[in-house]
């Protein structure tokens, strides 16, 4: 392609010529890699215009950097970058900088060093990836969202590509949640009542910023999502982590003083457990007793293949206690970024405002696809061959564990995509994710997910969302070869 | 479309038989909208294993829905909403909730009640809309955006579709912008110096929060982009407003003590000025006295249709103090919501830090599809098109602003697609927008703009980039004989 004339400045207190001065911008340019073997030059005529200099003196540096072997010429169609031109060096070119600015003290917050484990970006690469999350070539229906995404390309849908919705989202996208989605979760939902987000992640976020300040004390379960104790954490609220036990978080262990509770009834995060309906209701009693929220994280209800999904605990709600936190990144994928929040209108007004002005909406585009292949029934279809995977992975791995003597912590009653386990005590399960990388096999080390000083080291993740059902009993074998 | 089953849910303490119930459910489905004329109830063997209840009771309440006219029976093809059921009410249904929760007291953080100006979202179905930043679909190239977003799409790019990056962006998007986008404004950077944002909006949100605290104070200009005043209003720092003159913001007026400046360069917002090149060397030598940090907002800069674009103020910083934030959605749409950061390292891994906790990152399918417009070279084409047609409009604007005897305040010397417009003194421009509304004539009031107590209310701004040309005289005729 064509290197574009707007590329080249002329900086009015450089040193050197005028011709000096434009070689080197050339030879910066190729040599900073931004300028690639074959690319053309811009015309003499066309760069003289643009500096102000005369013609002749840009083809003099042209000549010059031929010469040098840093362009060709290919007689009227003009100057290319040589074939044969030095290559951009393998490591970072210097800067001609000298920042003189103090970053440690020019930053007015800081936001990096969170638990969050950072997971392997080439986890495709590895031949046993136990990992969490990530969408499977073999079960997403890649056809028909690339269809959906087509029509919403369409004409018709310009306005929704394009617009600014300001603070509003797809209609098409909400009605389809209020009407469809939120009633299978037995929830019954104005549209203001709901509110699109950047996935569940965006979710939790928009929930901490509105309820929680350095005064309030949010709950959360030990073990829990890491994502969600950074979040927390960055809010600078009081925390208070509860320890669960077989049935998820125990309401009676929820200290006095709890504004916000976070739960994950569903499918307890990481163990995969299911809170009972009896549990749901208590915890909604205690909730009551203590004036504190409840804040719903119903991620992996759809994967429910082992018992059919309970209904959500905001569907026991009629306080308008419970803010329920929805996602399509399990079920659909990770990269479309969608997820939504369904709480009282004034909650949601509050959140609205302020997705606003972190970021306006999530793309129009993202939503309208989302709600085509919501509309045609391919998600139905699409949670029903994935459940089946699932379960069969499920069958497999727990057979594969059993067979080695490795325990499953927390059992799943309703499904999931990954299993919790609990090595020797003692064991540390981040080691033990290292040696089994070498040998291509990818696990989660589960302390990162405990909350506390204790945190204990020999339980790890191994998800089965990413992993084909043959693959597993190689991958389980190596995970217990590393064992002894 | 069929209604699932899994809407239907057993309420373990309600009243009645358990035929009654499931009426009622029904009924109520279709009182409140959720289920439509023509829609297929489960069949009774499905509903009756899914609740868990006999055959016969499922199927003695759709008799006697069927009775009531709220189903129809279609043979062996079932049960439908029949289509003379009763209809929803208009008006929203009366929740069974009855919220005790006090919202007053529950949300520890307000969001809502900043001074950025709703613009009506109907906006498109108004005659005469001088409104700023929605996308013409005149000048938008639809065709090749479809294309590149189909490619995007396509198998190759599965993994850029669907993959979670976790904290990071498209690296065919970086790589572009780094080679490419940059180097057009004078600017050098590596990848880890740039990050995608959620628009322009989000790059600002994400810098506020890195650099500024309740102890910083914040320069921004007045007039401004009443979006960032919201930001900074809500990021609690301290606000140092300095008004602009005909050519931006004085480097003289910056108060000692300023921590962080705000400031538009190419086009300042919403006078459309451009600051020269002198200034923006006092400018940066001014920062470099009081140690503080500039943000340079670059939209519009792509607008650049009466004279070049004049670099980046970013690309005359050698100490690392500009931040540069540039946008995609004026020059491709503002749905897409796609924008990218620049700054030292040290800056963009705390932002990059912010947003993975805030919401990860931007949808990998924009990213790649807008990778693919920028280097199949669409984008520069749209980028001259749409120069072309402002460029047009601005001449038909200002001749019949002038034909009117209205002052343009701000003259703009490299482009735009607006203009700021003075009234007489005392002039209420809200009001005034409010009667041309009716008179299918749009325009925004310039009060929000201006930062402080005195705000002056007979400005407006004009844009022109959802207005063909042709329309443009009518239009200001209705503002001209609005004013008499």
Not at 61 to 85: F, H, K, P
Request: charged share 20%; with cysteine.
């Amino acid at each position: 392609m064509a290197i574009p004339v707007e590329t080249f400045f002329l900086t009015p207190d450089a040193q050197g010529t005028l011709q000096a001065q434009i070689q080197q911008m050339v030879a910066e340019g190729i040599l900073s890699g931004r300028f690639q073997r074959g690319e053309r030059l811009p015309s003499t005529r066309a760069l003289a215009r643009h500096l102000g200099v005369s013609r002749i003196t840009v083809t003099l540096s042209y000549t010059e950097l031929q010469a040098n072997d840093y362009l060709t010429s290919r007689g009227r169609s003009g100057y290319y970058v040589s074939d044969s031109a030095p290559e951009p060096p393998a490591f970072s070119t210097p800067q001609k900088r000298h920042e003189t600015v103090d970053w440690s003290r020019a930053i007015g917050q800081r936001f990096s060093g969170g638990v969050t484990p950072r997971r392997p970006s080439d986890w495709a690469r590895y031949r046993y990836p136990f990992i969490y999350g990530q969408t499977d070539p073999t079960l997403f229906d890649h056809a028909n969202w690339r269809l959906c995404a087509i029509q919403a390309l369409g004409v018709p849908n310009f306005r929704a590509l394009t617009t600014d919705y300001y603070d509003q989202d797809d209609p098409e996208l909400i009605e389809f949640i209020a009407r469809h989605t939120l009633p299978r979760r037995g929830i019954i939902a104005n549209p203001d009542e709901i509110l699109v987000t950047m996935g569940a992640q965006n979710a939790l976020w928009l929930t901490t910023q509105v309820l929680l300040n350095p005064r309030r004390t949010a709950v959360i379960e030990t073990p829990c999502y890491p994502a969600l104790r950074d979040i927390l954490t960055l809010s600078r609220c009081r925390l208070a982590p509860v320890p669960v036990d077989g049935q998820g978080l125990p309401p009676d262990a929820i200290p006095q003083g709890a504004d916000v509770i976070f739960t994950t009834p569903s499918h307890h995060c990481p163990t995969s457990v299911t809170m009972p309906l009896d549990r749901r209701r208590a915890l909604l009693a205690r909730a009551r007793d203590l004036d504190a929220l409840i804040v719903e994280d119903d991620y992996e209800f759809e994967t429910a293949y082992l018992a059919p999904a309970s209904p959500a605990l905001k569907s026991l709600d009629t306080d308008g206690r419970v803010i329920y936190a929805g996602s399509f990144s399990k079920s659909l994928f990770p990269g479309l970024r969608l997820g939504y929040l369904v709480g009282s209108a004034e909650f949601i007004q509050e959140a609205r405002a302020l997705r606003a002005s972190v970021l306006r909406h999530p793309p129009g585009h993202m939503q309208r696809t989302a709600a085509y292949f919501l509309r045609l029934g391919h998600y139905d279809a699409l949670i029903k061959r994935t459940a089946k995977a699932l379960h069969t992975r499920r069958l497999v791995i727990e057979a594969e564990l059993a067979h080695h003597g490795l325990t499953v912590a927390g059992q799943s009653t309703h499904g999931g995509s990954s299993v919790w386990v609990k090595l020797a005590a003692g064991l540390d399960t981040a080691q033990l994710a290292e040696t089994l990388r070498l040998r291509d096999v990818l696990i989660e080390p589960g302390q990162p997910f405990f909350v506390g000083a204790d945190a204990p080291t020999n339980f790890c993740r191994l998800g089965y969302s990413s992993i084909q059902a043959d693959l597993i009993p190689e991958g389980i074998s190596r995970l217990a070869a590393a064992l002894t």
